[in-house]
């Protein structure tokens, strides 16, 4: 599984407690029945009472963690980090750190998909850079419609090219400021093929601009890995994992494990369809998004210009060539 079902501290190590003292306890009264005391026995049998009440006595403070926020319930009572109220501690190494994250009593339906922020509507860019250079030929592809966004990736190694698709799953925010420089961050769910495994990513997703003209930063921190479920929708995959995610990219890199990033340079407006792909089982993964409306517009507008053009010089060639009929025919009745 993804992530490891958190058990609380303070119950393992209740637990624990319980047991220790009651395996010497025993010891101790038999001990005690045979008319030979052990000091070993009951020396043991104090150290774990002393601890015990230490320990009890340091439970009242513990640390607490509010959704979003750092978290680490497998350490010892003393340096835990819990999770307040309902929310449990999800990581995806046991003994590591985590997020809380709250626990949904009823599974429900599949989360809703969001549009991404208009910043990156149908914009197609060349990615520049990414954290596995070694792995793809740079730069390669990538397209944004309303709703996902599709990549087309040449390998270093061999002819193949990887096609992928990833959607928005979380509602998304965008802050921007005077200067237009911007961020924007979801949860998101993507997969590609050839995947061996045919999975589906879910992730938290940041995207982030420094200014006009500057490259598009993709920031991707992936909470979840679900094997062999490319059949089936995005939403229903990850809608076990879907989560708060930190409140921006800064704060993410501190909590999450380590990102996988892009840069967009070159971005452009996106007038057309461009490229499709599909799954092993022959189910789309990518689908262009159709163009917008300003595109078809302008095109008919330039259509119509060319015509009106066109036009124009037919009735002016027109208009000489029945200047030049009207002068030979004054010129040969002179």
């Known amino acids: 599984q993804p992530f490891v079902e958190p058990v609380s501290i303070l119950a393992r190590s209740r637990a624990r407690r319980a047991a220790q003292t009651s395996?010497?306890?025993?010891?101790?009264?038999?001990?005690?029945?045979?008319?030979r005391p052990n000091p070993t026995l009951?020396?043991?049998?104090?150290?774990?009472?002393?601890?015990?009440?230490?320990?009890?006595?340091?439970?009242?403070?513990?640390r607490f963690a509010q959704e979003g926020e750092k978290c680490n319930d497998n350490l010892s009572p003393?340096?835990?980090?819990?999770?307040?109220?309902?929310m449990e501690c999800r990581t995806r190494l046991f003994g590591g750190w985590g997020v809380c994250a709250r626990v949904e009593s009823d599974a429900g339906p599949p989360p809703m998909m969001y549009n991404f922020p208009?910043?990156?509507?149908?914009?197609?860019?060349?990615?520049?850079?990414?954290?596995?250079?070694?792995?793809?030929?740079?730069?390669?592809?990538?397209?944004?419609?309303?709703?996902?966004y599709q990549w087309v990736a040449d390998f270093v190694e061999g002819t193949a090219k990887e096609l992928g698709a990833a959607v928005v799953l979380g509602k998304p925010y965008l802050r921007v400021n005077q200067t237009d420089v911007w961020e924007a961050g979801y949860f998101?769910?993507?997969?590609?093929?050839?995947?061996?495994?045919?999975?589906?990513?879910?992730?938290?997703?940041?995207?982030?601009?420094d200014g006009p003209g500057s490259p598009i930063r993709n920031t991707d921190y992936l909470i979840a890995q679900v094997p062999n479920s490319a059949h089936r929708p995005f939403a229903e995959v990850c809608a076990p994992f879907l989560r708060a995610c930190p409140v921006d990219n800064r704060t993410a890199f501190g909590l999450l494990d380590v990102p996988f990033n892009e840069m967009f340079t070159n971005c452009l407006p996106v007038t057309q369809e461009v490229f499709f792909a599909t799954t092993s089982g022959g189910r789309a993964l990518v689908k262009a998004a159709p163009?917008?409306?300003?595109?078809?517009?302008?095109?008919?507008?330039?259509?119509?210009?060319?015509?009106?053009?066109?036009?124009?010089?037919?009735f002016a060639a027109r208009g000489i060539m029945a200047h030049d009929d009207d002068q030979d025919r004054y010129l040969s009745i002179g």
Request: charged letters at 15%; a negative charge.
């Open 78 to 86: 003393e340096y835990a980090v819990l999770c307040e109220g309902d």
């Open 188 to 209: 998101s769910a993507n997969r590609f093929t050839p995947n061996p495994m045919n999975s589906t990513l879910c992730s938290c997703e940041y995207l982030s601009r």
């Open 23 to 35: 395996v010497s306890l025993r010891m101790a009264t038999l001990s005690m029945r045979t008319h």
């Open 42 to 62: 009951v020396l043991i049998l104090a150290a774990h009472l002393i601890r015990s009440g230490v320990v009890a006595a340091g439970e009242t403070e513990q």
């Open 291 to 314: 163009s917008p409306l300003w595109a078809y517009v302008s095109n008919a507008l330039v259509i119509l210009g060319f015509s009106v053009f066109a036009l124009g010089l037919a």
């Open 118 to 148: 208009d910043v990156v509507w149908h914009l197609r860019c060349d990615v520049a850079w990414c954290s596995h250079f070694t792995k793809y030929a740079l730069p390669y592809s990538v397209e944004f419609g309303t709703s996902e």
